[in-house]
Nanobody, 124 residues
Framework: QVQLVESGGGLVQAGGSLRLSCAAS????????MGWFRQAPGKEREFVAA????????KYADSVKGRFTISRDNAKSTVFLQMNSLKLEDTAVYYC?????????????????WGQGTQVTVSS
């Protein structure tokens, strides 16, 4: 049974920073792409960032490029999302997910396992 647990969400003022963590358990973690997604109220879940198994190759949504950084620690089966210069429109529930081994898709349908999410609220 694969389990993903996100943490690190909270309330932050615009311009501030947060670091999200996602701890995986129940299987070998390193082979797969890991992704972060978010879902705001009334909107579809959208891609935020992904990282290949080696931790070097990354991909970002245009809306977060230059502000967010994804990283991973395979020894600890954990993936991180450092979020800087947060904006009101970054408010959402953030989810991590396990994706395919050989690509970094942005579609939710290509990710197999999901965490429960962590709320990020950016205030003015």
């Amino acid at each position: 049974q694969v389990q993903l647990v996100e943490s690190g969400g909270g309330l932050v003022q615009a311009g501030g920073s947060l670091r999200l963590s996602c701890a995986a358990s129940g299987r070998t973690f390193s082979p797969e792409t890991m992704g972060w997604f978010r879902q705001a109220p009334g909107k579809e879940r959208e891609f935020v960032a992904a990282i290949r198994r080696g931790g070097i190759v990354t991909k970002y949504a245009d809306s977060v490029k230059g502000r967010f950084t994804i990283s991973r620690d395979n020894a600890k089966s954990t993936v991180f999302l450092q979020m800087n210069s947060l904006k009101l429109e970054d408010t959402a529930v953030y989810y991590c997910a396990i994706g395919p081994r050989w690509s970094m898709p942005s579609r939710t349908s290509e990710y197999n396992y999901w965490g429960q999410g962590t709320q990020v609220t950016v205030s003015s």
